[in-house]
């Protein structure tokens, strides 16, 4: 192990170069050792040639890898909390010729801690072109910009735990709107941002600098006690406690709420695993290079983009189909008059609420910001306004353009990413587009069965239901 300081940035960190033996005790002695060495508060990097692959999704060939040395690795990086990001170029580093065939295996690699990711806005390790040795060289090379770009409003789920939230959101709600309908929830909810942007700049605050102050206090009130325990010490004491648990659990809502891990439940306080996946998200989805569709490597931001929107605009282009109308004629038609009623029934304030509750309260807001935990939460204050918006959505009238919005995001589909292809696009729509969607939905799924086919039926579950239904908005929209 040797210390490294990067001048430049006044850096300092450790780092550690590998070069492991082949057998898998000697190695298993290696990660013991190491694991001795590593610190989770300073930063350390370790590189170099782990002779070991962490994953079968690492090795190609005939020659079937040690499942146990997998096993030991594997253990070993999730063990000491170390983070192995992915490769630009070629996934494999290692070629080589066995009794089998030829082998691909990763067997290099860059290994860092938290301390020292979270120094960094972006990391790459690209994978370069072999020479004359069986290995491919690796390089690593980061950035610590943060980029400037608007900050977008987000509902905080901590604000709810605030005993003066309810009343500003009743005060600002019930004052007079432009319209009715949407365009009246349109304008309420925007305007209702607007005040708690402010709300939580001037009275909520900011909720780490108030727990740094809330534990000072408390420890001098600590003190205090110590030295003189009369009740209004242990009373003042017993308050700065409580406020300090207070603001405890709104930092662990905080980042709960952005590590958005649906698979946890209550239990004890998270905060640092919700900060450490926050921070991996974004260490992932951030997109510092990417290949065009000729191969070249794009490594700048104005060039990132104008691919993604080249690439993109390509993949969803119409095409046109000839001779589909003669094929629809042959379709037979499954819809009676009488669903033809039913979809058309006068929306009812049961179905409405039933739509908000079915929803994720925790899922990615749209571009207004509002997810489905505030709706819940205020159901009494704006449930009016959202009804008279169904009502008005249902009747045919236009969609205001800021109820209608959506974000594109692009999410990854595998560890590696080469080009644009292996990006999955997704699109937040706002939650109130969500509950007209949700109403559609549940009537159409008793006539659905009707219209589609049994050899048709086997894929259109769950999720396939969903992108069916945002389908089926977009072009009542249009």
Not at 11 to 35: C, E, N, P, V
Not at 223 to 235: A, C, I, L, V
Not at 346 to 352: F, I, Y
Not at 423 to 430: A, D, G, H, K, N
Request: glycine share 4%; hydrophobic share 40%.
């Amino acid at each position: 192990m040797c210390k490294a300081r990067y001048v430049p940035w006044q850096f300092t960190f450790h780092f550690i170069a590998i070069y492991a033996k082949h057998t898998r005790a000697d190695r298993s002695q290696l990660w013991t050792q190491l694991s001795d060495c590593i610190d989770d508060n300073r930063p350390l990097l370790l590189a170099g040639d782990f002779n070991v692959i962490s994953s079968i999704s690492e090795h190609r060939g005939n020659a079937l890898p040690d499942v146990n040395c997998i096993f030991d690795f594997s253990n070993f990086i999730t063990d000491n909390s170390l983070i192995d990001l992915a490769t630009i170029g070629s996934l494999y580093t290692w070629h080589g010729i066995r009794n089998t065939g030829a082998v691909w295996k990763r067997l290099d690699r860059f290994l860092m801690n938290p301390p020292l990711r979270d120094y960094f806005t972006e990391v790459r390790i690209n994978v370069l072109a072999r020479t004359s040795s069986d290995h491919s060289p690796i390089l690593q090379s980061g950035t610590n910009n943060t980029l400037s770009c608007p900050k977008q409003f987000r509902f905080q789920t901590m604000w709810t735990s605030h005993p003066d939230f309810i009343n500003v959101v009743r005060l600002n709600w019930n004052q007079q709107a432009d319209g009715g309908g949407m365009r009246a929830l349109a304008f309420k909810i925007k305007r209702l941002k607007r005040c708690l942007r402010i709300w939580n700049r001037d009275t909520f605050g900011n909720v780490f600098d108030r727990i740094r102050v809330l534990e000072s206090s408390v420890a001098e009130a600590e003190n205090t006690f110590d030295d003189d325990p009369s009740p209004g010490s242990r009373e003042s004491l017993h308050k700065l406690q409580a406020d300090l648990l207070q603001a405890l659990k709104q930092e662990e809502m905080f980042w709960k709420q952005k590590a958005r891990v649906k698979w946890l439940k209550e239990g004890d306080s998270n905060t640092r695993f919700f900060h450490a996946v926050v921070k991996d998200r974004h260490q992932r989805q951030r997109i510092s290079a990417i290949k065009s569709g000729t191969g070249e490597l794009l490594t700048t931001q104005p060039a990132i983009q104008t691919e993604e929107v080249s690439f993109f605009s390509g993949l969803f282009s119409a095409e046109d189909c000839p001779g589909m109308e003669a094929l629809l004629q042959c379709l037979p038609v499954g819809v009676l008059d009488s669903d033809k009623a039913a979809l058309s029934l006068p929306v009812t304030r049961e179905e409405v609420k039933e739509a908000v509750w079915k929803l994720d309260p925790d899922s990615a807001a749209g571009p207004d910001g509002f997810s489905g935990a505030f709706f819940r939460h205020c159901w009494d204050i704006i449930k009016d306004d959202l009804y008279m918006a169904t009502l008005d959505f249902f009747a045919g009238v236009p969609v205001p353009r800021a109820m209608a919005s959506a974000q594109i995001v692009l999410i990854p589909k595998k560890l590696n990413l080469d080009t644009f292809a292996d990006y999955r696009p997704i699109c937040l729509f706002t939650f109130v587009s969500k509950v007209f969607t949700r109403i559609i939905a549940s009537r159409l799924s008793t006539i659905l069965p009707k219209i589609i086919s049994r050899e048709q039926a086997g894929f259109l579950q769950a999720e396939a239901f969903k992108i069916m239904f945002y389908w089926l908005l977009n072009c009542y929209n249009i």
